[in-house]
């Protein structure tokens, strides 16, 4: 699985940014996708996530802001689901590098894999 995020941006607070996180290769078997970032100094941490089955997770810090989506990997014709975080009211605490996971299980494998994007820099200003 590949991943390839993009959207990021300088915006002032309260404003928004959508990303997007474009997943290509074994598509048919991400179990589940999310957005992590990671702020100068801080550990990367839990944004949201969004199953295969549609089910969502999101971090108490942003929920009511942010939303997860995923398009229908049945629906894909060229062989790449696309999965989005909209960011409403940003924050200046919301300034991070946000990455894209995915994660892949097969019926063969022992253990699932995690895959993550090169990151994208989202920079609010107050």
């Known amino acids: 699985v590949q991943l390839q995020a993009s959207g990021g941006g300088l915006v002032q607070a309260g404003g928004s940014l959508s990303l997007s996180c474009v997943a290509s290769?074994?598509?048919?078997?991400?179990?589940?996708m999310g957005w992590y970032r990671q702020a100068p100094g801080k550990q990367r941490e839990l944004v949201a996530t969004?199953?295969?089955?549609?089910?969502?997770?999101?971090?108490?810090?942003?929920k009511g802001r942010f939303t997860i989506s995923r398009d229908n990997a049945k629906n894909t014709p060229n062989g790449k689901n696309t999965m989005y975080l909209r960011t409403n009211s940003l924050k200046p605490e919301d300034t991070a590098v946000y990455y894209c996971?995915?994660?892949?299980?097969?019926?063969?494998?022992?253990?699932?894999?995690?895959?993550w994007g090169q990151g994208t820099l989202v920079t609010v200003s107050s």
């Open positions: 290769g074994s598509i048919f078997s991400i179990n589940a």
């Open positions: 996971n995915a994660v892949e299980m097969r019926s063969s494998w022992y253990r699932p894999r995690d895959y």
């Open positions: 969004i199953t295969s089955g549609g089910s969502i997770n999101y971090a108490d810090s942003v």
